[in-house]
């Protein structure tokens, strides 16, 4: 047990540590910093002023102890584009990205494992195989399409939604949050669909696949014989059974769900962390860039870490050492 | 001459192929026949474009702005002209645009999907053969470029290759950029898949009567082992082909990728999206179904070429 943990974190660590040397890579020999913030208009005195600045004319081991003592402590330099520090503008942009990533994530998990037993106890009814039907066209367009789609029906025609923005936001302490006002949480609707969309459905089809592997089982047919009551051993016996597969994929798509929040915020100019970084692959913001990676990589790896150790404590086969597990 | 030949020549190779079972399957599955099609049909128009478009888009001198905005199947208010899907707000054919941004996506995909291929077969191939450190460290890249999601890493690699390239290239690099961006973030697949295939075939009778005749490890590998370990390679590139159209038109559409000079179906998308809200719904409506069509009826394609190739279903 002990080891395989240790085993665990001794892997993300070192996973952790070649992304900082890509992220490290980046800075150091993607183009020229100072090329792109200064533009055509500079002097000779203008570029060494921000190369001293920027710290770009020191020798590589130096600036590479210096880019990981920064990003450890959560100091990624300063963002060629709008000269504020990184971490400062992603710390403002995050709260944006979390609730969005939440509010689907929710969404996701609710209407999955909802739709998903529903599916699952109706086989063969009309209802599900409806829902069957359309959750493969959802799963096959494409995220931005889905958010178009969205915007033109409920924006355009219906007029129901606002298509862009976080709406009125109040600010508790360092937290902006969209969840208090009317607009705010209309302008969350779309974008948390959009976003949630793809992990619903998979959850749905996991959910129901695992389901009916489990409502064939004996131990199934043993609660209905003692007369339990449907909802009963659908609910207490079934569902709890198709957990451990369904927490792993929740788990790994957290990562996704916020990767993909990239394109969501982007159709929705959600002013989110995705939003930024789309931005500075497109104005070439190194350092922008770099903390992006770095963040997520952090978050990618922690969950993967979580999950795994997650599935040792809810999986009673996998404790006590491998001889027990075969048995 | 007139006799009957006494001795039948043996079939042609395309005539043994229409008899073979993996046709006869085709032939029976309506989903794999009209996905097919479609998709022959979409590579054939977009391979003929310049030949079937009515108008050539890129080229300044064709273009009537007073032909802006018309609706399709409608004659312009000035002009009188009819276009078939409408035009855009510089009077761009429609239809014209589609299929020459057609031509871009296919060509990104397939060549970014062949890139994937190569390399993940020569890094599996590698892997699966050697074994020991050079599998291990393989392996291990593999493992975690795996753990982030395709298109992010894609992006991440049009980033840096951007802030690679000159300013003044980086249009005409655009596309090529795409490419490498979307086959380094796909070639995982592949080596894996070939890794363990070789890991099978490697212990068989014929490679070791190969190594005994004195054939080189690289003989080995290519003429030996990869020829057997193909099939699945097949399967897995044309679902990769699917998710390389997808990849491709949502980086453009983002902008992170092929530039409005060169407009790719994501691209056209992305300009279409603009006039949603003005009403011209056509700019954005036609691309969005070439895209759909194109990126469903692949995917549909490899999901029944996985199933009719995979021999426990059979």
């Not at chain 1, 990981?68 to 584009?81: I, K, P, T």
């Not at chain 2, 871009?104 to 890094?123: E, Q, R, T």
Request: aromatic letters at 10%.
């Amino acid at each position: 047990m002990l080891s395989f943990v240790v085993k665990r974190v001794a892997q993300s660590v070192l996973v952790l540590l070649i992304v900082g040397l890509v992220a490290f890579s980046m800075f150091r020999f993607v183009g020229d910093p100072v090329d792109n913030m200064l533009g055509q208009e500079r002097t000779i005195e203008d570029v060494e002023r921000l190369r001293t600045q920027l710290g770009l004319d020191q020798p590589f081991p130096v600036q590479y102890y210096k880019f990981l003592e920064g990003a450890v402590q959560g100091n990624f330099g300063v963002s060629y584009r709008q000269g504020r520090p990184v971490a400062e503008i992603i710390l403002e942009r995050a709260p944006a990205t979390l609730e969005l990533a939440a509010v689907s994530g929710i969404f996701a998990i609710l209407l999955g494992i909802a739709l998903g037993v529903f599916t699952a106890i109706r086989r063969n009814g009309v209802t599900a195989n409806l829902i069957m039907s359309i959750s493969l066209i959802g799963v096959s367009l494409p995220t931005f399409l889905i958010g178009i789609l969205l915007i033109y029906l409920f924006s355009v025609e219906l007029g129901w939604l606002p298509s862009f923005g976080r709406g009125e936001v109040v600010k508790i302490g360092g937290w902006s949050t969209g969840l208090l006002t009317e607009t705010g949480l209309k302008a969350l609707v779309l974008p948390s669909i959009t976003l949630g969309l793809y992990q619903m459905t998979l959850i749905m089809r996991l959910v129901r696949s695992e389901m009916l592997e489990v409502l064939r089982q004996d131990y199934i047919r043993f609660a209905r014989a003692r007369g339990l009551r449907d909802r009963t051993v659908h609910f207490r016996h079934a569902l709890k059974n198709t957990m451990v597969p369904v927490i792993t994929v929740i788990g790994l798509q957290l990562g996704s769900i916020i990767a993909f929040a990239i394109i969501t915020e982007t159709v929705f100019q959600w002013p989110g962390v995705g939003l930024l970084f789309i931005n500075a692959i497109q104005f070439v913001d190194i350092p922008v860039m770099a903390a992006y990676l770095m963040l997520i990589s952090v978050m990618f790896v922690g969950i993967n870490l979580i999950v795994d150790l997650l599935y040792f404590a809810i999986d009673p086969r996998l404790r006590g050492g491998g001889q027990e597990a075969t048995g | 001459m007139s006799d009957a030949p006494l001795t039948s020549k043996p079939p042609s190779r395309l005539a043994r192929w229409l008899d073979s079972d993996f046709f006869y399957a085709f032939k029976r599955s309506p989903v794999a026949v009209v996905s097919a099609s479609v998709v022959l049909l979409l590579i054939l128009s977009a391979v003929f474009a310049p030949l079937i478009a009515p108008t050539n888009p890129f080229d300044p001198a064709s273009l009537n702005l007073m032909n802006g905005f018309s609706a399709p199947m409608k004659p312009n208010a000035f002009t009188g002209d009819t276009f078939l899907l409408g035009t855009d707000d510089q009077g761009r054919d429609v239809f014209s645009t589609i299929l020459f941004g057609m031509r871009i996506s296919l060509f990104v995909g397939v060549s970014a999907v062949l890139f994937a291929m190569v390399l993940g077969i020569l890094l599996g191939l590698i892997a699966g053969y050697a074994g020991g450190w050079t599998e291990t460290i393989i392996m291990r890249v593999a493992d975690i470029q795996l753990t982030f999601p395709s298109i992010l890493v894609a992006m991440l690699i049009f980033g840096v290759a951007k802030g690679v390239t000159p300013v003044e290239y980086r249009d005409q690099m655009a596309i090529w950029v795409l490419i490498l961006a979307i086959g380094l973030s796909d070639w995982v697949q592949f080596a894996r898949v070939v890794r363990g295939a070789t890991l099978v075939e490697k212990r068989k009778d014929y490679v070791q009567a190969a190594r005994l005749i004195g054939r080189g490890p690289g003989a080995i590998m290519l003429r030996h082992i990869l020829p057997n370990v193909l099939s699945p390679v097949l399967v897995i590139a044309t679902i990769s082909l699917a998710l390389a159209i997808i990849a491709e038109a949502t980086l453009s559409f983002l902008g992170v990728g092929a530039p409005p000079t060169q407009p790719s179906l994501g691209t056209l998308i992305r300009i279409g999206q603009g006039f949603l809200f003005s009403g011209e719904w056509w700019i954005l409506f036609f691309p969005a179904m070439t895209l759909l069509a194109l990126a469903l009826s692949v995917n549909l394609l490899g999901d029944w070429l996985r199933d009719a190739l995979n021999p426990k279903l059979r």
